[in-house]
């Protein structure tokens, strides 16, 4: 058994006051005008099973905020980033997404990802056989045939590819190869921040960005990542450590349990937890 | 005495009478003649092959031949065939066939380069060449299978192609085959290449209808490549009616220090057969024997094959890819033959299968007969679904799901098709599994299972 902390208790059993607490902080900071990301009430169970995974969670995200969701192990944080994404091995029991104030539960993934919703895979997925550049210009032409734009013609994509892995220090013989194929972890998740960078999603959700990776890479990821802060772009960043809020500084951080929010506070928040543990939140039901 | 099975199915009838009609006149001297009659008697003796056959378990023959179809016998040189032989992309030598004859005047023979020899068939077997039988007996692993023997029986035509030691062809020599197609016809047609020592170089093959008739077609290629040749072969069957019925074998008898590769394309065709019956005849050579079966609707792809490493240090390897929707059924038979001083063996044999739908059926049949003890030898076989996680993937970064399972499944074809070493047919090979799978995207088809 854990801890039983009183305080917590509170919140736990009336997430609206989580929910309140958390705008009033928001609205008190002042600097963001405008919600991107607002999640209410989201019951979700394992599609083929009778396991309720998220129970009733409430989180928003406003316009240019960078939130971070930290928890224990089996809190629910991989099943919030592939709901919110739109992985199908899931089921919405009750509770909404809405990003920029529509509703994207009844969108497929790729009509997410054309909405702006980007997830940064935590295993980002090999695909013997399909090259790297292949992938990418697909990527980025769809989203733009789905938002009515023009293809990108062959030179600008070389182009716009070439410099945005300058700058996340990837290989050009990283680019030649199929997707994800016999790279290291570090090199997989450069990948991921360099598809970020291409396809500029105004939502971006970063699932556990930091595991496997070295202090180095750790550095140049967050910095890819620090580069793409812009004030119409939001960022929902999992970790498990505070390690990777060192170098991806927040504005709010969550902590989650059991499939909800428990608490919600500013960046020395993380610190809180590195030195407290989550313990105290384990047992939150 | 023998147990002689009486000849049932009208199908079955209908062959005795043809042959009957026409032993006299199909081309060949004594010897040939001989090989005809012995190869029917043994069709007499066991009919079409079928189900309790083990090796032709799951394309039964008996149940797909209803009736068989009047015997193909003149070139029909129809608007169908000329526009579609404009349409072929394939650059080099073209060798045409129509309904099985071989039809010079389509064929570009003033382009045949030094050191080649062609001639039809038909030439070749009442020419004096005294090894003409061996030559078109094959691999003795193929003796006994029946649609072979038919194909022996009643074979009409094709070409005879002979490449001389050391000679490099530049370019490939291209076998098309075409059916006319205005009427059900049955084909019956053998072409032979003999690579001489050192030689190299591809031969494709291309069989495809030019009209719209069902066709039942009987096809063989003999290969016997001298030591130290590299001999790369093709075979794309990308443009069949549903209804048509194509057997296709593959004989080859490969020397030593050689290469020998074979790489087969089947889609948009209706039951199609192949079996490969390969030998190695000299030791330290390689044999690949690789293909890609795109099927949907009720379409059928068989590909059985039988490897036998009759000598030492032989190195084989197979990889059979089968993308397989609607009703369809994909068949993979593969059985490598290790004779017991055939030491120093490597043979690799891989058969993987998607199904796109609950439909789709796939039969995977790796065989390894292993009579050394000092030999690598391994096989897999799978068959799965598209990865939900790969797709998950692809549709997170934006791409539709009919665009995302495209991508899915060109990779997987592919992995097959980068063994086709010439670069312009590689492309046009990738080409061809694209435009099937940018069909099946159009139609907005995607998995369910």
């Known amino acids: ?285 | 005495m023998a147990i002689v099975t009486p000849l049932k199915t009208a199908a079955e009838q209908q062959l005795v009478q043809q042959y009957a009609d026409s032993k006299a006149e199909l081309p060949g001297g004594p010897a040939v003649r001989k090989l005809r009659e012995d190869a029917f008697a043994g069709f007499e003796a066991k009919g079409l092959p079928h189900r309790r056959l083990e090796s032709w378990r799951y394309t039964d023959l008996r149940t797909l031949l209803r009736e068989a179809r009047p015997l193909a016998d003149g070139v029909a040189v129809t608007a169908a065939v000329k526009a579609r032989l404009d349409e072929l992309k394939l650059e080099g030598l073209r060798l045409v066939l129509v309904d099985g004859v071989f039809a010079p005047e389509l064929s570009t023979l003033n382009a045949i380069p030094e050191g080649v020899s062609v001639q039809s068939l038909a030439e070749a077997l009442v020419s004096a060449r005294e090894d003409l039988t061996r030559i078109l007996a094959g691999p003795s692993v193929g003796n006994d299978d029946m649609g072979l023997a038919l194909n022996t029986a009643l074979m009409r035509d094709g070409v005879f192609v002979a490449i001389a030691d050391g000679v490099e062809l530049e370019q490939p020599i291209v076998i098309v085959s075409l059916a006319s197609g205005e009427e059900e016809r049955a084909v019956f047609h053998r072409s032979v290449v003999l690579a001489g020592q050192g030689a190299k170089g591809s031969i494709i093959e291309v069989s495809e209808a030019a009209g719209t008739a069902a066709q039942q077609i009987n096809g063989a290629i003999v290969f016997e490549t001298a030591d130290e040749s590299e001999i790369q072969h093709v075979r794309l069957v990308t443009r069949q009616q549903g209804a048509t019925v194509e057997v296709q074998s593959l004989l080859a008898t490969v020397g030593a220090h050689a290469k020998f590769d074979s790489f087969a394309l089947v889609a948009n065709a209706g039951t199609v057969r192949q079996q490969h019956f390969i030998r190695f005849a000299g030791e330290h050579s390689e044999i690949g024997l690789r293909g890609v079966n795109l099927i949907n609707k009720t379409q059928h792809s068989d590909v059985t094959l039988i490897v036998d490493h009759e000598v030492p240090h032989g190195i084989s390897r197979e990889l059979f890819k089968t993308i397989a929707g609607g009703e369809s059924t994909g068949v993979f038979q593969g059985k490598v033959i290790v004779r017991p001083h055939a030491q120093k063996t490597d043979g690799g044999m891989k058969s993987n299968a998607l199904l796109l739908n609950d439909g789709a059926t796939m039969f995977n049949k790796p065989e390894l007969e292993i009579f050394a003890d000092d030999v690598v030898c391994g096989h897999g076989a799978t068959v799965a679904q598209i990865d939900g996680e790969q797709l998950f993937y692809l549709m997170a970064r934006g791409l539709p799901r009919p665009q995302a399972e495209a991508l899915v499944l060109q990779a997987f074809a592919g992995e097959a098709v980068e063994f086709v070493a010439d670069e312009n047919v590689r492309e046009l090979v990738m080409a061809e599994v694209e435009s099937w799978l940018k069909a099946r995207e159009a139609a907005s088809e995607v998995s369910t299972v």
């Not at chain 1, 091995?89 to 790729?110: P, Q, T």
């Not at chain 1, 971006?204 to 750790?218: K, M, N, R, V, Y």
Request: glycine fraction near 8%; aromatic fraction near 6%.
């Open chain 1, 1 to 285: 058994m854990v801890g039983f902390v009183p305080t917590i208790h509170v919140f736990l059993s009336n997430a609206q006051v989580v929910d309140a607490r958390h705008r009033a902080e928001h609205d008190a900071a002042e600097h963001w005008t405008r919600t991107m990301l607002e999640i209410r009430n989201l019951v979700v169970k394992i599609a083929d099973e009778d396991k309720q995974i998220l129970n009733g969670l409430n989180l928003t995200v406003n316009d240019g905020e960078v939130a971070a969701i930290m928890g224990p192990n089996g809190s629910g944080k991989s099943t919030l980033s592939y709901v919110i994404a739109g992985k199908e091995d899931y089921e919405v029991l009750d509770g909404e997404i809405l990003l920029n104030g529509e509703n994207v539960l009844e969108m497929e993934a790729d009509q997410r990802a054309a909405a702006g919703i980007f997830l940064a895979f935590q295993y980002p997925l090999e695909i013997p056989g399909v090259a790297t550049m292949t992938f990418l210009k697909a990527a980025m032409n769809a989203q733009r045939k789905a938002r009515g734009e023009d293809e990108l013609l062959t030179p600008d994509f070389i182009k716009a590819v070439n410099s945005a892995a300058d700058k996340l220090g990837i290989a050009k013989d990283m680019l030649r190869r199929p997707l994800n194929v016999g790279f290291s972890g570090g090199e997989k998740k450069r990948m991921e921040i360099l598809q970020m960078a291409l396809l500029s999603p105004s939502m971006c959700i970063l699932d556990e960005t930091d595991s496997g990776l070295d202090i180095d890479a750790l550095r140049i990821v967050a910095e890819g990542v620090n580069a793409l802060r812009a004030k119409n772009r939001s960022f929902l960043v999992i970790t498990h450590y505070q390690r990777l809020l060192d170098h991806i500084v927040p504005d709010t951080v969550h902590v989650m349990s059991n499939g909800r929010i428990v608490k919600t506070g500013g960046k020395e928040l993380a610190l809180e937890l590195e030195k407290s543990g989550y313990a105290s939140y384990g047992e939150a039901a």
